[in-house]
């Protein structure tokens, strides 16, 4: 009912950079949240970056000041642009969405399938 589809993973030297782009479509009432998670090989799944239902962004420490979040809310589209890549970037980063379908009470997490990011040293 509800997709999301990212594109824009793949392989880089470290400092380095790559845009990932991610898109929502399916049967759409509200998003009100969006973001994009990490996992790296025997780590648990965190947090890169997101917008809140009020709109702000925000970054975990290890990437800020490298990686900027951008989203095109009439296209459901969300953006990471990642900057300065360094080797521990590397692994697969999700996009997350918060998504109503048929009205404003109900919101439900939805997962992209996976991007995977390697950067080399």
């Known amino acids: 009912q509800v997709q999301l589809v990212e594109s824009g993973g793949g392989l880089v030297q470290a400092g380095g950079s790559l845009r990932l782009s991610c898109v929502v ?3 759409i009432f509200n998003i009100n949240a969006m973001g994009w998670y990490r996992q ?10 997101g917008f809140t239902s009020g709109g702000s962004a925000s970054y975990a420490d290890s990437v800020k000041d490298r990686f900027t ?6 296209a459901n589209a969300l953006y990471l642009q990642m900057n300065n890549l360094k080797p ?3 692994g697969v980063y999700y996009c997350h969405a918060e998504v109503a ?9 939805y997962w992209g399938q996976g991007t995977q990011v390697t950067v080399s040293s």
């Open 25 to 27: 479509s399916g049967v």
């Open 40 to 49: 790296a090989p025997g780590k648990q799944r965190e947090l890169v970056a």
């Open 69 to 74: 979040l951008s989203s095109d809310y009439a």
């Open 88 to 90: 521990e970037d590397t």
């Open 101 to 109: 379908t048929t009205g404003w009470t109900f919101h439900y997490d």
